[in-house]
């Protein structure tokens, strides 16, 4: 990794001796999972606990005529057979839909299918049992007379008045539209050369190495429910718990030890989830669901079905004039719950251009039903739909008018000094630095030398490809993103910190941890702060119990967000900490400082007291320190944006492949990513994520793709014919930074767990487009599969 | 995602294992490696009332030149195949074709002689006993019978072998003087099915075919011993009569729509495949260039 | 039809003596019959490698195994080579180079990196990357996790050195 960082104006509190902020240190909980310690919701067991599975629909949209679950109650080992009607009576249905997105809507949605399936995969029934194995095999045994009805498949006729509306009540399949028209996008067209394309997205889906995982306890001698499950928002599962259950907060406690991937896969609420936690209530004991593969597939949230056409007007000096789209996707049956399934849609009209000065810019967004699984947030939602179109239209002009793509980049990013500025669609951008990282990045992948060794080997027949792609990513989501339109989805975390007897610190974190390095971050800034060495310093998240309420770790705001609330919260300890110091000392606190465990001075560093000492003092022998002293050894804070709705980043990536133009195979040969999280709390955790994110996006660039036929069945619901990215066609991926902080936090860090998803695809396919341009073949689909590429080449 | 139940029986000899399958008829099935039947059992899309073990049947592991041919026991795993040096004197085809099968775990477990009954058309080892001329040994009620190799596969999972059956041994004759091999395969990663495979076996003497069996694999519903080869053999090898031959190759071919490929997509890799094959074999990469275009 | 059959292994070195039904699998049987829930459970159709064991010194997917054929045989999981310090260095290369984030395919990654280094003591990217190829791991990009056993190996020969 390489930094390119402004110069410090002045110290802050991050910038102290022994400073753990800007090192890599290993993560303090990865011994545990190192050696089969995790404590997963999969491998949970609990005193009575049932299993439940449950029967799906195996049609995409169905009439539930009847259920005959009498043989399979008669079943060894089988405890209940619950319906959809029975389930009504624990927990209510929802409706996945936010005020300010305007016009959205959605139906009802039950846990258990009441009357009518409309996916395939829906849950129809559930088999509780002794064990998973004996409730498969009496799922075997319930009978459903079913009556097929007509699915809705194919977005793009969803809207025809010949197709059967799906939800009646909803009038038509429409979930919901936007639109904007900046600038004068008919007039900058009219003097331009205009560029048009179809970018088509496949659908794909998180695939969590654990699947989802949920262990509900209802104690009914408590009247409280215990939920464990391996979520990235405990405080929203319990809000949403209460609700339906008819519960209040106080009675739901969420606790989520590790979880195997998330990825904004276990960031929502699924409705066989709301089942398992109604199930253990009506049945009064703990009920364990852990989704099978095939399960995962055909419920886990799918993203990105989008088709999108695009436009894009460029003057012949490579002034880009505007850009235009219209955009498509296919939501499935339901708007997801609570997050909604507009957002994908909202994002890819909000970022479209994003990068670039052009001010015309006009979007059509429409969101539409269908019967298929659900679509909703993954990893990166919207940027990597919104990164592809604009990218791949910036390449398309580029080589209409015969201009290098990093020329025509040049001459159309947003300048690193005019900021702040919005975008056109009204994105406030505080400080980006687009034309630093594309300089970092040439520098990185030696440009120059890579286009002669292009030309060169062209001439040998072997035909590889540079694609570039500048991208903007949104992260510290505040209240905007989902407050405002009445989701109780808190958008603020909060941290305490408290020094224990023996000097050592605890800190309660309402952010999660799922891989990220959430309690490292917390760990190093706490540490950094108090002047507390790492290894003292232990972080206790995941759990509505025990730590402050907050929003999780989602949307790139872990470190931003909850890193701030870290910092703060340290900050007053470290001041309560002094305070008692100097009493102690009978000294000032501005004349003191920690350092390394011990109280010093702060002039000369002299060791005055260790905070293991002040501990023993404070909690035992507090009849010692002066009177009026009542020592405070722990700090609550709290923290949300307010200033800026989003702390966007930027940053771009750069792909070099080779196409085998005979067979149509992709070898991926290395990828460069420079981008600019603002403050780096930890290099190693940030390289990792962008590492982790870019090969997401090169599953979907080249493998990932749930194929559904006509009548709406997934017919690749499994991993041998889901195609994951496996370690062997990935390339190694080389990471720059710069970096501009945020003002609006005294960390000054921006999120990063998605910049690597956003740019990725759209890398990729600039770089195969760019080696197939001798052939004069370009393609705007994704994946790029042997059969896509040897279709573009005329050669099938 | 578990296993229906089913009953076990571990076979302790081959006769104890032939009067099992004779007592359960189609109701069973005989475990091996496993590593295609447990898949299946997990997803319920198979679930046999019970399983005949015979993995514990040490006559049927191991690898032997007997004569002029090597003999390799039905239970040889994949792994051993990748290591024996018997394999890599006397048929490097299966060696060069084993690299290809799935992940390490997977060899370790895996056998040839559960691949080969299994018949799966996208799996490398069938083609390769089709391209090497091997024979088939099974043992039956009625005793042993020998298959040819191009006899024995008859369909998608579908061979020669009765339900009463249990295949046995692989017969392969071994490498004579001049003798070549090539395998590649278009897998979309690592270790997964070919979308289109080759496993060619040759005997090239002064720049010429004497002899040529190409095995196809994933073109059709069974390992494919292509006809086109002959329009090769005894002749001198040009773009035309290569052409020619890739030609008859995508006549000869009934590919499969799948969601990898069509039915066009596999011709043309099949011929691309066969092009690259004769170059590599032949030492001329001239011939590699595209005769599709 | 289908009865507890007797089964009689070492696991990490303990003898155990077990009735089980023949379609429990050897993941579900290390996971819920003994506990040992290091070894994970990702697709139980044998691709992702989570559930990756050791029988008989081979690596071996644990789901695609029945428990009933582990009789007789030595199976180790991620805790026995954990307990023994077989791949203490190499779990150290891995804290020290982050080549896990969730930690759900890293008793799997361990296994089958351990094995590689086991056939071939110097391997290059290419084959780690290969050997691992069986392997999921939905978090890393796989890069750390080629460092880790890339620097493992260079450690040992040095070692050895």
């Known amino acids: ?796 | 995602m578990k296993a229906a139940a089913f009953a076990y029986a571990r076979a302790t000899s081959v006769m104890n294992a032939l009067e099992l399958l004779a007592a359960h008829g189609d109701r069973a099935k005989v475990l091996s490696g496993g590593q295609s039947l447990m898949p299946a059992m997990n997803l319920r899309l198979l679930s046999p009332d019970i399983l005949v073990d015979v993995g514990g049947l040490a006559e049927l592991r191991g690898i032997a030149v007997r004569g002029n041919l090597l003999v390799v026991g039905a239970l040889t795993r994949h792994v051993d195949l990748l290591r024996s040096p018997e394999v890599a004197l006397h048929a490097s085809l299966l060696r060069d074709a084993v690299a290809h099968v799935a992940h390490p775990a997977i060899r370790n477990r895996g056998t040839i002689g559960g691949s080969l009954a299994h018949a799966d058309p996208a799996s490398e080892l069938p083609a390769c006993v089709v391209a090497l001329g091997a024979t088939i040994v099974v043992r039956g009620p009625a005793g042993e019978r020998r298959i040819a190799a191009t006899e024995f596969f008859k369909g998608i999972y579908e061979t020669a072998l009765s339900p009463d059956e249990l295949l046995v041994a692989v017969e392969v004759p071994v490498a004579g003087r001049g003798a070549t091999f090539f395998f590649q395969e278009y897998a979309r990663r690592h270790g997964d099915y070919a979308v289109v495979g080759l496993a060619a076996s040759a005997v090239v003497a002064a720049g010429r075919f004497s002899d040529l069996r190409l095995g196809f694999f994933a073109v059709g519903d069974r390992p494919l011993l292509a006809a086109a080869a002959g329009k090769l053999i005894n002749a001198s090898v040009t773009s035309a009569l290569l052409a020619e031959a890739a030609t008859a190759l995508a006549d000869e071919l009934d590919p499969q729509e799948d969601q990898q490929a069509s039915p066009a997509m596999r011709r043309h890799l099949a011929t691309v495949l066969l092009r690259r094959c004769v170059a590599a074999l032949l030492a001329r990469s001239e011939l590699e260039a595209g005769v599709t275009r | 039809m289908s009865v507890p059959v007797p089964v009689s292994l070492l696991v990490n070195g303990e003898r155990i003596d077990a009735f089980v039904l023949p379609r429990l699998n050897l993941a579900d049987f290390l996971r819920e019959n003994l506990k040992l829930t290091g070894t994970h459970v990702g697709c139980e159709h044998g691709v992702c490698g989570a559930c990756t064991v050791r029988v008989d010194g081979e690596i071996v997917r644990s789901c695609l195994m029945l428990a009933v054929q582990a009789e007789g045989a030595s199976v180790e999981t991620v805790e026995g080579l954990s307990d023994s310090g077989e791949i203490a260095d190499l779990q150290a290369a891995f804290r020290e180079r982050n080549a896990l984030q969730c930690g759900y395919c890293t008793p799997g990654m361990l296994m089958t990196a351990q094995d590689l280094l086991k056939h071939l003591p110097a391997p290059d990217r290419q084959a780690i990357r290969e050997h691992l190829s069986g392997n999921y791991c939905r978090c890393t990009g796989y890069q750390a996790i080629v460092d880790a056993v890339e620097a493992t190996a260079r450690m040992r020969a040095e070692r050895r050195a």
């Open chain 1, 1 to 796: 990794m390489t930094v390119t960082r402004a110069p410090a104006e002045t110290l802050s509190v991050l910038d102290r001796p022994n400073s753990y902020i800007g090192k890599t240190v290993p993560r303090p909980n990865l011994d545990r999972l190192l050696q089969g310690r995790g404590q997963y919701v999969s491998d949970l067991e609990l005193p009575r606990m049932a299993h439940v599975v449950f029967l799906r629909s195996p049609y995409a949209h169905a009439r539930i005529v009847a259920i005959d679950a009498d043989a399979a109650r008669r079943m060894s080992g089988v405890i209940a057979v619950v319906t959809g009607r029975e389930l009504e009576a624990v927990i209510t249905p929802w409706v996945g839909v936010l005020s300010h997105l305007k016009g959205l809507k959605s139906a009802p949605q039950h846990a258990i299918a009441v009357d009518r399936a409309c996916w395939q995969g829906e849950a129809v029934a559930a088999i509780v049992a002794t064990s998973r194995a004996a409730a498969e095999d009496a799922m075997e045994h319930v009978v459903v007379d079913y009556e097929e009805l007509a699915a809705v498949t194919d977005m793009r006729t969803a809207l025809d008045p010949a197709t059967p509306v799906i939800h009646a009540s909803l009038g038509d399949n429409l979930a919901f539209e936007r639109t904007l028209d900046a600038g004068d996008v008919d007039q900058a067209l009219s003097d331009s050369e205009v560029v048009e394309a179809e970018f088509v997205f496949g659908r794909h889906t998180g695939v969590t190495l654990e699947p989802r995982a949920v262990v509900a306890d209802w104690n009914a001698a408590e009247a409280r429910l215990t939920i464990y499950q391996g979520t990235q928002a405990p405080h929203m599962v319990q809000n949403i718990a209460a609700l339906h259950l008819r519960l209040k907060e106080a009675q739901v406690r969420v606790v989520c030890k590790d979880v195997g991937g998330s990825f904004g896969i276990k960031v929502h609420i699924y409705a066989d989830e709301m089942a398992t936690y109604a199930l253990s209530k009506l049945l009064r004991r703990p009920i364990k669901f852990v989704a099978d593969r095939v399960e995962s597939f055909n419920t886990d949230i799918h993203a990105r079905d989008h088709r999108c056409r695009g436009r894009i007007g460029v003057r012949s000096d490579g002034t880009i004039t505007a850009f235009e789209i219209d955009d498509l996707t296919g939501i499935g049956p339901y708007s997801m719950y609570p997050r909604t399934s507009a957002i994908e849609a909202n994002q890819v009209v909000n970022l479209v251009g994003g990068p670039y000065v052009t001010a015309n810019y006009r979007a059509r967004a429409r969101v539409v039903f269908q019967n298929k699984n659900v679509m909703c947030q993954y990893r990166a939602v919207g940027h990597p739909i919104a990164c592809s179109i604009t990218e791949g239209l910036v390449d398309l002009a580029a080589s209409k008018i015969g201009m290098d793509p990093v020329e025509i980049r040049r001459r159309n990013l947003i300048s690193d000094d005019a900021y702040p500025c919005a975008s056109p669609s009204g994105m406030k951008f505080e400080q980006l630095s687009h034309h630093a990282s594309l300089a970092k990045l040439l520098q990185m992948m030696d440009y120059g030398a890579l286009r002669a060794e292009q030309a060169a080997l062209r001439t040998r027949n072997i035909h590889r490809g540079i694609g570039f792609a500048s991208f903007i990513e949104v992260t510290n989501p505040s209240a905007t993103f989902y407050g405002v339109g009445g989701a109780k989805i808190s958008s603020q975390d909060g941290v305490a910190v408290r020094l224990d007897a023996q000097g050592s610190v605890i800190c309660q974190t309402s952010i999660t941890e799922q891989g990220q390095g959430s309690e490292s971050l917390t760990a190093q800034i706490v540490g950094s702060v108090l002047g507390v060495s790492m290894e003292r310093v232990r972080v206790i998240l995941g759990d509505t119990d025990n730590t402050p309420y907050g929003g999780g770790t989602w949307a790139s705001r872990g470190a931003g967000i909850g890193g701030e609330a870290a910092l703060q919260a340290a900050k007053a300890l470290r001041q309560n900490i002094l305070d008692v110091a100097a009493a102690i000392l009978q000294s000032r606190p501005a004349g003191l400082d920690i350092v390394n465990n011990r109280i010093v001075n702060a002039d000369d560093g002299a060791p005055r007291i260790e905070l293991n000492e002040l501990a023993r003092i404070v909690y035992f022998r507090p009849d010692t320190l002066p009177p009026g002293i009542q020592p405070e050894l722990m700090a609550t804070r709290h923290f949300v944006p307010r200033q800026y709705p989003f702390a966007f980043t930027n940053g771009v990536q750069a792909s070099w492949l080779e196409v085998d133009t005979e067979t149509g195979f992709v070898t991926l040969l290395k990828h460069w990513v420079v981008e600019d999280c603002g403050t780096i709390i930890n290099p190693q955790l940030v390289d990792e994520q962008i590492r982790g994110g870019v090969v997401q996006g090169l599953g979907a660039a080249l493998f990932e793709k749930c194929i559904y036929d006509e009548r709406g069945q997934l017919t690749n619901a499994n991993m041998a014919d889901y195609l994951v990215p496996m370690s062997g066609e990935m390339p190694d991926i080389e990471i720059g930074h710069v970096v501009s902080p945020t003002q609006e936090t005294e960390l000054g860090a921006k999120g990063a767990g998605e910049a690597g998803t956003a740019g990725a695809a759209a890398a990729v396919a600039n770089a195969v487009n760019d080696a197939l341009r001798p052939f004069g073949a370009t393609i705007t689909e994704i994946p790029l599969t042997p059969q896509v590429i040897l279709t573009a080449l005329g050669r099938i």
